[in-house]
């Protein structure tokens, strides 16, 4: 009877070490003191502000606002722990300073990076639109001329479906050639709603804090704050593995080609492509393959396969890294995200593709939060 006693008494004391694990791993509703209707309207002001955002096509300006919000507070508490070295107790005002330098370094470094850029490399900077108008373009020619670059034995067995797949597929590739050869006011659009976003970012993570609590600030609070997160876990991770990626691939074209004696036209345009690409996750590493082994069947059917298989390295590599590190921390499937995504580019197009990460991992969190999912 003591032997059954004692095993009760264990058997509730791991169900009771069970279920605080369970509420430890449930992030807390912090605005559970809000009343629900009020909190059911912060969740509809917040579904409503990412669509404008995505309808009126300002995403750039937002990405770069929470970008803006984290450097700052990054670079603050930096500042902060390195004062503390130096004086053990620094005063509200030397706060005060610090939290005005942190934002007016992020506010300024992009603009010296851009002149520093601007003056050493001019050329490239202005020619980018069309060094990607013409590699679209010779993507484009390639892929018509797909049958002509294959060994006789192989262009015989492919069926005659292929001639009218390759035509369809370049004609749609030339029609978006014409598209970015007029992008330069769009990236120049983008550019300053990005730069608008990382200059409101800067500066809301310095403002002073109030002493008041109203209902609905409290509850966008949290909103917000969960976005943020979500921005900090998906972005942070994706910007180390497109840099990942982008590393390999310029390696691998700038030196490991060119030692056999091969190089791929528009070098430049491909690397600028692989990270810019890359930062999408699973979809633009996949174009960036397409792309690249494309440019080297142009070069030769031997080209192509060697840039195929080094780029299929890269790709399992980063399909591990992007599962243990975005998956882990986000708690989404592969086949989630590629849903999410395939949806979102139907609706919103490019821009969706970009969104639907960010926007599913912070639909997540506030669905892990109330204890849904």
Known sequence: MAFTQADDKRGKVAADDATAAALVATPPQLDSHVPWHIRLGSYLLMALGLL???????????????????????LNTVLVRLVVLVRRHPGP????????LSSTVVILAPLLMLFFTFSHYRSYLLTAPHQFTELTDYVARTILE?????????????????????????YYLWAKAGALANAGRIWLL???????????????????????????????????????DAFRQIVTAQFWIASFNTALTAFFLLLVLPAFELRL????????????????PIVGNLLCNAVI??????????TALICLGFLILIHKAEYFINAK????????????LLAVMFVSEA???????????????????????????
């Open 190 to 228: 983008g550019f300053l709603y990005a730069y608008v976003g990382l200059l409101i970012g800067a500066l809301a993570a310095v403002r002073s804090h109030s002493n008041q609590h109203a209902p609905l600030t409290d509850a966008l609070k949290v909103r917000v704050g969960r976005f943020g």
């Open 52 to 74: 404008l955002v995505m309808f009126v096509g300002v995403l750039p300006g937002l990405l770069a606002a929470c970008l803006g919000f984290l450097l700052t507070r990054w």
């Open 146 to 170: 797909f049958k002509d670059n294959l060994p006789e034995d192989i262009a015989a067995m492919l069926p005659k479906e292929a001639e009218e797949v390759q035509r369809t597929v370049a």
């Open 347 to 373: 609706i919103f197009g490019p821009a969706g593709l970009v969104a639907a990460p960010l926007f599913y991992a912070y639909l997540k969190k506030e669905l892990e939060a109330a204890r849904l999912v």
């Open 265 to 280: 036209p528009y070098t430049p345009a491909l690397i600028t492509l692989t990270f810019v690409a890359g930062l999408i």
């Open 325 to 336: 590190v975005v998956g882990q921390k986000t708690h989404i499937a592969v086949w989630e």
């Open 93 to 100: 005002r030397v706060m005060g300073w610090l939290s005005r």
């Open 293 to 302: 082994t494309i440019v080297g069947l142009s070069v030769s059917p031997m």
